[in-house]
């Protein structure tokens, strides 16, 4: 086992080196980050625009790519130790990156985590629910249902969800429902759970409602064909009762799928539900990096890109591992 996680250690260093420099690489063509600054900044003079590419490492050339990328990527990692106080400040106002892209992955891990466990919970519940009785109508319904809910677009269905439990309430019973934008009401001071929790339901719902269509499917079809494979047979051919034949064979083994798709969502949570947020003006990192992107900000864009690389290259690393756990012939690949 220890074998195994080392080699997939490994391979996550050039992995994550090859990656970040290709964003490196793409940012710079495709934001252009002197122009950028100097739209945000239209008195900037020769001078300051100097400044701005020597302090983020924007190094003209073939080979200034290479460098600026080595010259970048020791200020970003010289951050993460310090506080963010190595990474250059953002190009409006001269903001320091850190603190806010800091409150708004916190902001969307709280949104993420919370729908993500909501969603796979229930979804794999209702897949193993019409995995049991395949062909009858709670297998169809099942199916039906899922098939709807992940067919609705997200934005779709937040708007629904605003009109019903915020205009349409407003109208019936004089009060919305819900809060339909933001963490907190305008001019909130401190921390308030129950508040906070209150902001949060309609952007989870919303995110919960694709989470549970994609798993009760996938946890469908995945439980259906170890049911039906030998090894099944043979547990219950050795008088084992039918309840420990599916949980400690059946879905044990059907989880094993699953860990891809959750590992890749999970660790796409740190990118932000840019839909989502956008819509509930929801200041999260899907709508940190929406901004960065429409300003052009390369000391905001980078480090995004970079923590989202990290963050998928880390999960898939768990869901490497946790194949090795589930399935210990996996090991021996």
């Known amino acids: 086992m220890l074998r195994f996680v080392l080699r997939r250690l490994l391979w996550a260093v050039p992995t994550i080196l090859i990656v970040t420099f290709l964003v490196y690489v793409a940012i710079r063509l495709g934001t252009n980050p002197s122009e950028a600054y100097q739209r ?3 008195r900037a003079n020769e001078e300051k625009i100097r400044q701005y590419e020597e302090i983020n490492n924007l190094f003209p050339g073939v080979s200034g790519y290479f460098k600026g990328y080595w010259g970048w990527l020791r200020n970003f990692f010289a951050g993460l130790f310090n506080g963010g106080e190595s990474w250059p400040r953002s190009i409006k106002g001269r903001r320091e990156v850190w603190p806010e892209m800091k409150y708004a992955m916190a902001n969307s891990l709280r949104l993420g985590i919370a729908a993500s466990v909501l969603g796979i919970f229930i979804g794999v519940l209702l897949g193993i ?53 933001g963490v907190y009401p305008p001019g909130q001071q401190g921390f308030d759970l129950l508040l906070m929790m209150k902001h949060m339901v309609l952007p989870v719902f919303v995110v919960a409602i694709q989470i549970i269509a994609v798993y009760a499917r996938y946890m469908r079809a995945s439980l259906l064909d170890v049911l039906n494979s030998d090894f099944m047979r043979t547990a219950r051919s050795k ?10 064979h059946a879905v044990r083994n059907s989880l094993i799928p699953l860990v891809t798709i959750a ?57 490497d591992i946790s194949y090795a756990w589930l399935d210990p012939r996996i090991r021996v690949g």
């Open 129 to 181: 629910f019409a995995a049991l009785r395949p062909g009858s109508l709670r297998d169809s319904s099942v199916n039906t249902g899922a098939f709807v809910a992940f067919s609705i677009p997200p934005y779709v269905s937040a708007v629904l969800l605003q009109l019903l439990f915020a205009v349409m309430w407003s109208r019936w019973y004089g009060d919305p429902l819900l809060p339909t934008s």
């Open 263 to 319: 590992a890749i969502d999970i660790g796409g949570i740190i990118g932000g539900l840019i839909i989502t947020e956008r819509v509930f003006s929801y200041p999260g990192m899907g709508d940190f990096f929406l901004t960065a992107f429409d300003n052009g900000d390369f000391p905001q864009l980078m480090p995004f890109m970079v923590i989202i690389v990290l963050a998928v290259v880390i999960f898939n690393l768990i869901a």
């Open 40 to 42: 945000s900044n239209p």
């Open 239 to 248: 008088g084992i009762s039918e309840r420990r034949v599916l949980v400690g």
